[in-house]
C-alpha cells in the first residue's frame, strides 16, 4: 500500500472541501446566519413593541450558531484539511518515519527500532512520484540509506552506501576494497543475536575515514550464492572469493552491516538516484528497549 498516494488524495479531497467551504459553503451559511438573525430581531421587536416582552426562550447566540454550523460532510473533511496538510508535507520534504522490519542492518539497527529518514539531504524530491526537482547533496558512502527496491518500488529498503558513482567496489572474503583502498577492520567482542540465540563475529569497518560496526558470520561462505540478472550486472564480476563491481552513473552499490544476513547489491544491482528516498539518522523509539533512541552511525 503507497502511504503517500493515500496521503496526497486525502489532501486533495479534503483541500477541495475546504476551498469549497471558503468560496461558497460558509458566504451561504453567514447569509442564512444574517437573515435568520434578522428575523429574529424582528420578531422580538415587534413582541416587545406590542407585549412588552423584552426576552423569548430562543437564544439568538444559539440560533447563529446553529446557522454558521458546517455539515457533518463538511466537518469531516475540510476541517481535516490543515491537519493532513502539514503531515503531507512534513512527511515528503521534512522527515519521514519507518520502522526496522528485518535484520539485515543488525548491529547499526535492530528489528523494532523506529527511526526518521531525512527527506530533504539528498535534494527535494516531488511526493509521490519522488522526482528530484531541487538537486542539493548526493548519498556519500558511509551513508544509511533508505531507498524504493529497484526490482518492487512499491517497498522501501534500508542499506549502508559503499559505492557511489565510478567507485570499483570489491568485497572479497568478507573484507571491502573501495577504489583500491581496503577498509580496516578492528575486532569488537562477538554479538549475540538475542531473536536467533546465535553468535556473530563484530568488527569496526573503516573506510575513507568514517566508521561503524558490521557482522559477520564465521560458517557462510564469501561468495554470493543466487545472484540475480539486473541491470548493469555486466559491471560486476563474481568468483568464489566474493565479487567486484563498477558503479555506473547515477547509481549506488549498498549492502547491509550484517554483511552474511543482507539481500543487497550483490544480489539484486545498484540503487538508482531515482529510488533515493532520504538519509537515515536518528532511532526515535523502540518499545523493547528504550535506550536505543539516539543517533546512529
Known amino acids: 500500500m503507497n502511504f503517500a498516494l493515500i496521503l496526497f488524495v486525502l489532501v486533495v479531497i479534503t ?29 422580538r421587536q415587534d413582541l416587545q413593541d406590542r407585549y412588552g ?14 446557522k454558521l454550523r458546517q455539515p457533518w460532510w463538511l466537518e469531516y473533511s475540510a476541517s481535516f484539511f490543515p491537519v493532513i496538510l502539514a503531515v503531507f508535507v512534513l512527511r515528503s520534504f521534512v522527515v519521514e518515519p519507518f520502522k526496522i522490519p528485518s535484520g539485515s542492518m543488525i548491529p547499526t539497527l535492530l528489528i ?11 535534494g527535494i524530491r516531488l511526493p509521490v512520484v519522488n522526482q528530484k526537482v531541487i538537486p542539493l547533496n548526493d548519498p556519500q558512502r558511509g551513508d544509511v540509506m533508505v531507498f524504493r527496491f529497484p526490482k518492487d518500488p512499491s517497498l522501501d529498503y534500508i542499506k549502508r552506501v559503499v559505492g557511489v558513482p565510478g567507485d570499483v567496489v570489491r568485497y572479497e572474503d568478507k573484507k571491502l576494497t573501495v577504489n583500491g583502498q581496503p577498509a580496516e577492520y578492528q575486532p ?12 556473530s563475529k563484530q568488527f569496526t569497518e573503516t573506510i575513507g575515514g ?3 560496526q558490521i557482522l559477520n558470520d564465521a560458517d557462510r561462505p564469501p561468495f554470493v550464492i543466487g545472484a540475480d540478472d539486473f541491470p548493469f550486472r555486466e559491471n560486476c564480476t563474481y568468483n568464489q572469493r566474493g565479487l567486484t563491481c563498477k558503479v ?7 549492502m547491509g ?23 537515515a539518522f536518528f532511532i526515535w523509539m523502540n518499545l523493547g528497549d528504550l535506550g536505543r533512541i539516539g543517533s546512529f552511525r
Open 15 to 43: 483541500g477541495i472541501a475546504w476551498v469549497a467551504d471558503k468560496l461558497y459553503f460558509e458566504k451561504k451559511r453567514r447569509a442564512a446566519a444574517a437573515d435568520a438573525l434578522s428575523a429574529f430581531d424582528a420578531r
Open 53 to 66: 416582552v423584552s426576552e423569548i426562550d430562543t437564544s439568538r447566540t444559539k440560533l447563529a450558531e446553529e
Open 112 to 122: 523494532g527500532d523506529f527511526i526518521l529518514v531525512n527527506k530533504y539531504t539528498y
Open 188 to 199: 569488537k567482542a562477538d554479538f549475540l543475536d538475542e531473536e536467533r540465540l546465535t553468535y
Open 210 to 212: 568514517a566508521s561503524h
Open 248 to 254: 555506473p552513473e547515477g547509481h549506488y552499490f549498498v
Open 257 to 279: 552491516d550484517n554483511r552474511d544476513n543482507s539481500l543487497d547489491s550483490r544480489y539484486w544491482g545498484f540503487v538508482p538516484d531515482k529510488n533515493v528516498v532520504g538519509k
